[in-house]
């Protein structure tokens, strides 16, 4: 995991501890919505807060530790596409973001997996396109490994011209098919 990620990571979990550490009012100012809510809170706190991608189930043992990783897959989830220039396989500065969400995810809960699905638009030959995708997919695993995913989480597929998500002999349509798909 990245220092930047881990920085906000721990400013988040100290912001939900001391959240959860507040002072009651004294009974003259209490109120009904008030003791709901703190009833509400010390069960929740005391509960186990548990989420899935897939198979694979993450629980975390204080609400500030759910919300954290709720929100990280929350941010990785959003996008699971990143796309590439003609040609290339080096990763666009614009899937930045994305890929640095999803290896934050990854580095948080390491029993989850992901399969990295290279593709390449239709020009070239198959053998090329095959290639061109692995290529893809390899730059976007190590991308995530550079910033705190685990190698051992993440798999590789190239899929080449073979699975366009777009028909059409156009640029539109091609810049479409130049992509890697993150599954988990």
Same mark, same amino acid.
């Given at each position: 995991m990245?220092?930047?990620?881990?920085?906000?990571?721990?400013?988040?979990?100290?912001?939900?501890?001391?959240?959860?550490?507040?002072?009651?009012?004294?009974?003259s100012t209490a109120t009904e919505d008030t003791s709901a809510s703190q009833e509400a809170?010390?069960?929740?706190?005391?509960?186990?807060a548990t989420y899935g991608a897939?198979?694979?189930?993450?629980s975390g043992s204080t609400q500030g530790a759910s919300s954290a990783a709720d929100s990280l897959k929350a941010a990785a989830m959003q996008s699971t596409i990143v796309y590439f220039d003609f040609?290339?396989? $080096?990763?666009?500065?614009?899937?930045? $973001?994305?890929?640095?969400?999803?290896?934050?995810?990854?580095?948080? $809960?390491?029993?989850?997996?992901v399969r990295l699905e290279g593709h390449a638009d239709e020009r070239g030959t198959r053998e090329?396109?095959?290639?061109?995708g692995e290529r893809r997919g390899k730059a976007a695993a190590n991308?995530?490994?550079?910033?705190?995913?685990s190698s051992s989480q993440i798999d590789v597929v190239s899929?080449?011209?073979e699975r366009p998500v777009a028909e059409g002999n156009n640029e539109a349509s091609w810049a479409q098919n130049r992509r890697v798909e993150l599954k988990y």
């Open positions: 990245s220092i930047f990620t881990r920085k906000h990571l721990i400013a988040l979990m100290a912001a939900a501890s001391i959240a959860g550490c507040s002072t009651t009012p004294d009974d809170s010390s069960e929740t706190s005391s509960s186990e897939g198979d694979d189930s993450v040609d290339k396989s $080096n990763i666009r500065p614009d899937a930045y $973001n994305t890929l640095k969400a999803h290896a934050a995810y990854l580095s948080a $809960n390491p029993a989850v997996k090329y396109n095959l290639a061109l991308y995530l490994t550079a910033n705190g995913a899929y080449g011209e």
